[in-house]
C-alpha cells in the first residue's frame, strides 16, 4: 500500500534561518504529492503541489520538487518567518486507492524572533 | 462560496452520549471524508463517500457512522461516546477530478468525559 513518511519534528529555527522538512513516499501508482499546511486552531490548507516527476511546487517560498527516484518531495524555504510556525504535512494521492489520500504525521515547525 | 464547514466547533460529551456532527461543502464536490486528529498520531481517516448514497470505510471505523443523503452533506454520528474518541474532526471534500488536492473545514473540537 501506499505511506508517506516525514522527518520528525519538533523543528525549531531562528527568524531568517533555512528550512528542509524531508518527505520521502512508496505508491504503487504515479500519484499526486502535496505539502498541506495547518495554522493552530484551523484546518489543513494546500501549500504546494506537484503532479508528476520533476515538478516544481511553489508558493509563499515554500518549494518542493517531485524527485520520482528517490521517491522523495521535500519542502524548503530560504528564510522562515514567525508567521511560519505551523504543522506541514507531506501528502500523496493516487487514483488506484478509490479517492483517498496519505498523509505523513505532521512536522510541527516553530520559528523563534 | 464559504468552501468546507463543520457544525459545532465545540462540544462536550458525557461518556455514552450520542451526538452528529455536521460536514457541509458548496463546491460541488463527488468525494467527502472524515478524519480525526491526535497529538503525535496525524490525521487518520475514519470513514468516507465517493458519491451522494455512499459511505465507506477508512481506518479506524469503529464506534462511528456516516451518511451521505445530499451531496453536499456529509454526517458523522457518534452513537454512544467514550472517552477514547475526545479529538479533533476534520471533514475534508475533493472533486473527483484533477491531481487530488483536499479542502479541508476549521474542525470540530469533541472532549468526552
Known amino acids: 500500500g501506499n505511506s508517506v513518511t516525514q522527518m520528525e519534528g519538533p523543528v525549531t529555527l531562528s527568524e531568517e534561518a533555512f528550512l528542509t522538512i524531508n518527505c520521502t513516499y512508496t505508491?504503487?501508482?504515479?500519484?499526486?504529492l502535496f505539502w498541506y499546511v495547518q495554522y493552530p486552531g484551523e484546518g489543513l490548507q494546500l501549500l504546494l503541489k506537484a503532479t508528476k516527476a520533476d515538478d516544481k511546487g511553489s508558493n509563499k517560498g515554500f518549494e518542493a520538487t517531485y524527485r520520482k527516484e528517490t521517491t522523495s518531495f521535500h519542502l524548503e524555504k530560504g528564510s522562515v518567518q514567525v508567521s511560519d510556525s505551523a504543522v506541514y504535512f507531506c501528502?500523496?494521492?493516487?487514483?488506484?486507492?478509490?479517492?483517498?489520500?496519505?498523509f505523513g504525521d505532521g512536522t510541527t515547525l516553530t520559528v523563534k524572533p | 462560496n464559504a468552501g468546507v464547514t463543520q457544525t459545532p466547533k465545540f462540544r462536550v460529551l458525557k461518556t455514552g452520549q450520542s451526538m452528529t456532527l455536521l460536514c457541509a461543502q458548496d463546491m460541488n464536490h463527488e468525494y467527502m471524508y472524515w478524519y480525526r486528529q491526535d497529538p503525535g498520531m496525524g490525521l487518520r481517516l475514519i470513514h468516507y463517500s465517493v458519491g451522494e448514497g455512499t459511505t465507506a470505510k477508512g481506518e479506524v471505523p469503529d464506534g462511528y457512522n456516516v451518511s451521505r443523503l445530499k451531496k453536499q452533506n456529509f454526517l458523522l454520528g457518534l452513537e454512544s461516546a467514550a472517552p477514547s474518541q475526545t479529538s479533533v474532526y476534520f471533514c475534508?471534500?475533493?472533486?473527483?477530478?484533477?491531481?487530488?488536492?483536499?479542502?479541508f473545514g476549521p474542525g470540530t473540537r469533541l472532549t468526552v468525559t
Open positions: 475534508a471534500s475533493f472533486r473527483d477530478r484533477g491531481p487530488g488536492e483536499q479542502y
Open positions: 501528502a500523496l494521492w493516487d487514483n488506484t486507492n478509490a479517492g483517498k489520500s496519505t
Open positions: 505508491a504503487t501508482g504515479y500519484p499526486s
